[in-house]
């Protein structure tokens, strides 16, 4: 994959995660108020965070793109939807297991895409890379340019 500003095409670190994929549930409410995360999605982040630090993860303390592909298994009839999955929730599901040991803040996310695909293999794909901020404000100042002429 290449980052849209800089044209670089190689990831600081990509994992695949080999689960079904799911989004993060809502939290949940005791009777006295307050809040917790059930306990499907706390076993979820920990063992997509075991999976990623098992395959060598760094620590990112720069900003970062993040990608977040769903990998669906390809469904007996090619007629079903790709299933139904909040990417956002999905997103929230992946940034969460990565902090703080790989992404130590969410702030550092400067560019995330999240998409959903069918494949052989069910589960994430996880890649992140620095950003190169003089990459990303040539590339700014080259369409400003383009589009108003002199800035």
Excluded at 2 to 10: A, G, I, L, S
Excluded at 22 to 39: E, I, L
Excluded at 88 to 115: C, G
Aim: contains cysteine; charged residues 30%; aromatic residues 10%.
């Amino acid at each position: 994959m290449t980052c849209q500003y800089c044209n670089e095409k190689t990831w600081d670190f990509a994992a695949f995660v080999e689960m079904k994929p799911k989004s993060k549930a809502r939290p949940r409410f005791t009777k006295s108020g307050h809040t917790y995360t059930d306990k499907a999605t706390v076993e979820a982040e920990r063992y997509i965070q075991k999976e990623i630090l098992s395959r060598g993860a760094r620590t990112f303390d720069r900003p970062v793109e993040v990608e977040i592909i769903c990998l669906f298994k390809v469904p007996q009839k090619l007629t079903k939807p790709i299933p139904r999955i909040d990417v956002d929730n999905a997103a929230k599901l992946i940034m969460d297991a990565l902090q703080p040991k790989v992404i130590i803040d969410d702030k550092l996310v400067q560019t995330l895409r999240v998409s959903k695909r069918y494949s052989m293999n069910e589960g994430f794909l996880i890649q992140i890379k620095f950003c190169d901020f003089e990459g990303h404000l040539q590339s700014a100042r080259d369409l400003a340019k383009k589009m108003y002429g002199t800035i």
